[in-house]
């Protein structure tokens, strides 16, 4: 298959719904800065979200809900100038929707405006299409999230699996068909059956990107530092480790550590050169300045 790369194209909203009408797997991956921008982009990866997980393994916070506003635009547009070929989603961080469409449709155009994106994703079912609505009526593409919705973890009883009971998958059905209706070009189903994720699936006419919801879907999305190993924190079990840069990266530092305290490094390939006609005229002009400042100190 063709990457993003080979092809030198500019996704757009038409692409994703040409591979999803031939059932070619649309690819995500989050990223949070110039250089993890910059791999997605190298790689061929169609769709970038800069995902509100970066308030966990880029900014450090214990959940995603103290990201804010300003926080994620400031990503976003880093992430924007490596990513230049992928679709660009801002995720709309917790407390920037919820209070209603005009907030949700402020806080939206920020982001394409200030962040560079090119279209948002935010969290909920049925209780948020009024908010889709008035955002995709101005004509900014959204991605739906439903299943496990990460900023409402403490009311979900923390990171669990969603739709495990006939009537829970059927809530998950409605919010999909709703979000569906509402407008959204794509929705994101996390952490749930896999059954439940492709039933789902088929009955829509737009695409699903799945985390933790199986092969069913159109595409699949992981964070990138869980699939480089960088964020050791902890593992979701959906997640497969395609490196362990974690180990890599520590040793690299404590050789560059080690080489600096037995002075190995820097060596003369890492030092810049100097003529040295001039090095010995610097010299000369040292001794004479030195001469001429002790004469001054033995007369004074």
Excluded: W
Excluded at 63 to 79: D, S
Excluded at 96 to 122: C, H, Q, V
Excluded at 126 to 143: F, H, L, Q, Y
């Amino acid at each position: 298959m063709l990457t993003v790369k080979q092809l030198n194209k500019k996704i757009t909203i038409p692409y994703l719904q040409n591979r999803y009408k031939n059932n070619e797997p649309i690819t995500v991956l989050t990223a949070s800065d110039y250089p993890s921008g910059l791999f997605v982009e190298k790689a061929g990866i169609e769709i970038c979200l800069v995902g509100d997980s970066l308030g966990m393994v880029a900014l450090g916070h214990e959940n995603i809900n103290p990201t804010t506003v300003e926080e994620m635009l400031h990503h976003c547009r880093a992430v924007a100038r490596g990513a230049k070929s992928p679709f660009l989603i801002g995720d709309m961080p917790f407390g920037s929707y919820e209070t209603g469409p005009t907030d949700a449709l402020k806080n939206a155009i920020r982001f394409l405006k200030e962040g560079n994106m090119e279209g948002i994703k935010l969290e909920g079912g049925a209780e948020m299409t009024d908010s889709i609505r008035k955002i995709t009526s101005v004509g900014i593409p959204v991605m739906g999230h439903i299943g496990l919705t990460p900023q409402r973890q403490s009311s979900l009883g923390g990171y669990r699996v969603q739709g495990k009971t006939a009537q829970k998958a059927l809530k998950i059905m409605e919010d999909a068909l709703a979000l569906q209706e509402s407008g959204c070009f794509a929705i994101l189903l996390e952490a749930m059956p896999e059954p439940v994720a492709t039933t789902i699936t088929k009955k829509l006419n737009i695409p699903t990107i799945g985390i933790g919801a199986g092969n069913g879907t159109s595409g699949q999305v992981l964070v990138q530092q869980d699939m480089l190993g960088i964020f050791d924190r902890f593992v979701p079990k959906f997640c497969k480790q395609y490196a362990n840069l974690d180990k890599i990266i520590i040793e690299a530092i404590e050789n560059y550590r080690d080489e600096v305290k037995s002075r190995v490094f820097p060596a003369d390939e890492n030092t810049y050169p100097m003529d040295e006609k001039e090095l010995n005229n610097f010299f000369e002009i040292l001794k004479h300045n030195d001469s001429d400042n002790s004469n001054k100190e033995s007369k004074g």
